[in-house]
């Protein structure tokens, strides 16, 4: 009998239920993927706790990886036995399952140099960290840039992407041994932001002009902080908002920081064209293939311990990214 994690209720990690599920036969444009890992994303206690609103019950998960176990009518970009990995948003929704029904289109082919693992870690926080450094700014070497949870899934990739673009780094911790984890994959500098002023010490650190490029995933108690840190003309990047959302304000704000660009990107506008996609994760499979950027798996989990997943990456408990094994 196939498992799948899902969910009746918003609210805490224990609204999480471990259930049987019927699987049945793909339809068309569907194919039948057995999961060999699944990926655990900040993005799932959104929508776990009602910030990403969706109709209940519903599944909990947006990326996994796995084996093509069977196709529907219509499907022509994969057949039976192909290894593939996938994320997306409401359209890849139940990835915390064993075996499950998927549409075709956000499958991607998994190169013999990526293991299941590795494609269940990286493809939301590779692609994502793909579109951030290739598509957000046209950045040149000697840039600087602030990067916010930099010992976290996303953070320790964008710091070791930012080096090979030779970008000046500086990242944000809440702990010392976080600080020497983001030191040891590209951070130049890191400043815990738990007891230090962060934009002060972005100041003293760039001579007292700021970074060209904030990477704020954190929210409302970083984002004061973060349009500080800037340089005249730079541009912040909100990514996500684990602290919690940013509280309204007005426009003129970016204007009397020095003439600031503000964008809040997500992934499918990044992947929504088949070719852009197939680029950004051609770059990422060519990075993490040849070495040039390591994926650190640092947490391992069974499905059926969810809750406890849940509860490590909301506590701050997790460095670098987190899969479940199946
Ligand atoms: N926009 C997009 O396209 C996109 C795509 C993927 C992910 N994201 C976002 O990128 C971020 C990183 O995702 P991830 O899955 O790799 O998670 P993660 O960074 O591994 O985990 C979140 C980290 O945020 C930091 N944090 C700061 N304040 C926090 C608080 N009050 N509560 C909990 N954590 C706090 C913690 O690091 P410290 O202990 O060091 O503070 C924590 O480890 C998330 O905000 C996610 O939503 C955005």
Same mark, same amino acid.
């Given at each position: ?16 239920? %471990? ?5 049945? $036969?793909?339809? @068309? *444009?569907?194919?039948? &993927?057995? /999961?060999? =890992?699944? !990926? ?90 793909? %579109? ?5 700014? $046209?950045?040149? @070497? *000697?840039?600087?840039? &602030?990067? /916010?949870? =930099?010992? !976290? ?174």
């Amino acid at each position: 009998m196939a498992k799948a994690v899902r969910f009746y209720e918003t609210g805490g990690p224990e609204v999480l239920r %471990y259930e049987d599920v019927e699987v049945g $036969d793909p339809g @068309p *444009g569907q194919v039948r &993927l057995r /999961h060999v =890992a699944v !990926g655990l994303n900040y993005a799932d206690t959104y929508f776990r706790n009602g910030t990403y609103p969706i109709p209940l019950p519903n599944g909990m998960g947006v990326e996994a990886s796995g084996v093509v176990q069977a196709v529907g009518e219509g499907v022509s970009n994969v057949t039976v036995g192909d290894r593939v990995t996938y994320t997306g948003f409401l359209n890849t929704l139940g990835a915390y399952s064993t075996e499950r029904l998927i549409s075709a289109a956000p499958l991607i082919k998994l190169p013999d140099t990526i293991a299941f693992e590795t494609a269940a870690a990286m493809t939301m926080r590779g692609l994502t960290s793909s %579109y951030l450094m290739r598509r957000i700014y $046209d950045f040149k @070497p *000697g840039d600087s840039i &602030l990067l /916010h949870a =930099a010992a !976290g899934g996303v953070g320790l990739i964008v710091s070791q992407w930012a080096k090979l673009l030779g970008l000046k780094v500086i990242g944000t911790v809440s702990s010392e041994a976080k600080a020497e984890i983001a030191r040891a994959h590209g951070c130049d500098h890191t400043i815990n932001y738990s007891h230090e002023d962060v934009a002060q010490r972005v100041r003293e650190l760039t001579d007292g002009v700021g970074v060209n490029v904030v990477f704020d995933s954190v929210g409302k108690n970083t984002f004061a902080g973060s349009l500080d840190s800037l340089k005249r003309r730079g541009l912040m990047v909100c990514v996500g908002t684990a602290s919690g959302p940013i509280p309204p304000f007005d426009p003129v704000l970016l204007a009397m920081k020095g003439s600031l660009y503000l964008t809040r990107p997500a992934l499918a506008d990044y992947i929504a064209d088949p070719a852009e996609k197939a680029a950004l994760a051609g770059e990422l499979f060519d990075h993490v293939g040849s070495g040039r950027i390591k994926i650190e798996i640092n947490q391992h989990y069974a499905l059926q311990d969810a809750v406890q997943a849940h509860r490590d990456l909301e506590s701050r408990k997790t460095t670098g990214s987190s899969i479940f094994v199946i």
